[in-house]
């Protein structure tokens, strides 16, 4: 742990120093290099100021032709401190006076430093700039010194004074040559520079020592708290918390390892509590296993007994067809005896029975491909229920419609549809022999989002025992009043559609027939949906 934090604080600070180190040796050479142009610019004008002073001091002295006393004045000037030498030379390169004695009387080369400026050119300039005019070099006695050239021009108080005979299209008589000392100026540089650098230097040590604490702080410190509750953690300790003390990268970084802490002991309490309600689990899920191969079963009894009462009623339709028609041709022929009458309509009255049966049998194992259009399933619930509370068994009974007016239309065959409607409605009807009340309601599940219809009604109830053979072929309760095929056929046309029916019902309060189907995907058409009205409600009902 140490060894990580010293490192990572020491990567942070060396890296961090590198970056100001660069830029602030930059800015110190910038710095620097600036005040030293903006010193030697300084010095430059002071030779220029010097030598302005110098021509015009001696300008009078000059007019009345007094040389001794303008190379005197020259002289004195040239002894303060800081000026090197004074020189004057003529138009033709010759130094007529200078305060060094052993250059008066030669000659400078016109390609030198000091002429050059103006002699560069095939014609001399009579103009030049003050910068273009001074020149910086390194003397004999290896001093750095500054050197200025100006030009004394030719005025009119000098060709008409009677002593000179300078003629007046000369514009140039001369050249005071003014060279002083950079000395001072170096010095100050350096000192200036001294002081920078070690500016520079202390700054760079007080922002590392900066950075080192406050990495150690804010970088460090946090991170040895998130490392010793990950250790936490790897032991199973999920009770502890990093304390949180800011709301930077950081303190988000251990808001998320909280959280993470929170949910790794949640998930333990969830895994300790599934192995102690293992068992209960393990019920729970073979109870729905069950469920599954019950209807699985159900499924594959419903097809295989639907082949097999195919066959059967083809073979069975035929005789009771040709009994039926006899019995009645015999019934009347008036030579039969009155005596046999009513064995002969009882003959009839069972073999319409069995025609009867040989028809739910057909029905049954027939497998009709649904003609699915668009339908409006509360208009067909409404037209089912006008088919239906019309007959007997409705007199003492209330129905109430709670439908959801928004429901969109599904893909179902109306015809189909209705038949499974009427025959739960008049399933719950039977089951209210004292009267009661029957209930409608229609919906969207909420988690699969699939239309629903429930059909309530506050009957005798199906005992628990009964509840898992409802859907079987030839299973009734209503000992004449059916054939057991309803719910059966029911089931298969509610599967066809792709839907599924639930029922759940307590004994001496009621059932609740719940029908489940899927609503049209994107790819299938809606519009012009039925209203459920104009769909054939002639469909056959199975009791």
Not at 71 to 86: D, F, K, R
Not at 169 to 185: A, Y
Not at 385 to 411: A, K
Not at 415 to 424: D, S, W
């Amino acid at each position: 742990m140490p060894t990580l934090r010293l490192s990572l604080i020491a990567k942070l600070a060396i890296s961090t120093s590198l970056v100001l180190l660069v830029f602030m040796a930059l800015f110190a050479y910038i710095n620097i290099e600036t005040l030293q142009k903006i010193f030697l610019d300084e010095a430059v004008s002071d030779a220029e100021n010097l030598s302005e002073s110098i021509i015009k001091t001696t300008h009078h002295q000059m007019l009345d032709d007094d040389r001794l006393r303008a190379y005197q004045m020259i002289q004195e000037v040239g002894t303060q401190s800081g000026i090197e030498s004074i020189r004057l030379i003529n138009k033709d390169g010759r130094i007529i006076f200078s305060t060094r004695d052993e250059e008066i009387g030669t000659f400078v080369d016109k390609k030198a430093a000091a002429c050059n400026m103006c002699h560069a050119g095939a014609t001399p300039l009579t103009h030049a700039s003050t910068m273009n005019r001074s020149r910086f070099f390194t003397n004999a006695k290896g001093k750095q010194v500054l050197g200025l050239a100006k030009a004394i021009y030719n005025e009119e108080s000098c060709y008409t004074a009677k002593c000179h005979f300078h003629p007046e299209n000369f514009r140039v008589l001369g050249v005071l040559d003014v060279v002083v000392s950079l000395d001072k100026v170096m010095a100050i540089t350096s000192s200036y520079r001294y002081k920078f650098t070690s500016l520079t230097f202390f700054l760079l040590l007080l922002i590392w020592l900066s950075i080192t604490l406050c990495t150690q702080a804010l970088v460090s410190r946090p991170v040895k708290q998130l490392l010793k509750h990950t250790n936490l953690l790897a032991r199973g300790e999920l009770n502890s918390k990093v304390l949180t003390s800011s709301s930077d990268e950081l303190g988000e970084l251990a808001t998320a390892f909280n959280t993470m802490t929170v949910s790794l002991k949640k998930a333990r309490d969830e895994l300790e509590d599934w192995g102690r309600n293992l068992e209960v689990k393990v019920e729970e899920r073979t109870h729905q296993l069950k469920q599954i191969q019950d209807q699985l079963i159900r499924s594959e009894k419903l097809a295989s007994l639907g082949e097999l009462v195919a066959g059967i009623a083809h073979e069975i339709n035929n005789p009771l067809t040709g009994i039926l028609v006899f019995s009645s041709l015999v019934g009347d022929d008036p030579r039969l005896n009155p005596e046999l009458k009513d064995d002969l309509e009882k003959i009839r009255r069972e073999t319409q029975r069995c025609a009867k049966i040989v028809r739910g049998l057909l029905d049954f194992a027939r497998e009709s491909v649904p003609h699915k259009i668009p339908t409006q399933i509360n208009g067909l619930i409404d037209a089912s229920l006008d088919l239906v509370t019309h007959q007997s068994s409705f007199h003492d009974i209330t129905v109430i419609r709670e439908y959801q007016q928004t429901l969109p239309p599904v893909l179902v065959d109306p015809n189909q549809i209705e038949q499974v409607l009427v025959n739960m409605l008049l399933n719950a009807s039977h089951a209210m022999a004292a009267g009661g009340k029957l209930t409608v309601v229609t919906g969207l599940t909420s988690v699969d989002n699939r239309l629903f219809i429930s059909i309530r009604d506050t009957g005798c109830g199906i005992p628990d025992e009964n509840l898992g053979k409802i859907f079987d072929p030839f299973f009734t309760t209503k000992e004449n009043l059916g054939t057991g095929l309803g719910l059966a056929v029911s089931y298969g046309i509610v599967e066809s559609h792709g839907g599924n029916i639930e029922v759940q019902s307590t004994v001496g309060v009621g059932t609740v027939f719940t029908i489940r189907l899927p609503l049209p995907s994107d790819g299938e058409t809606v519009e012009n949906a039925s209203d459920g009205n104009d769909a054939g409600m002639s469909g056959s009902v199975m009791l």
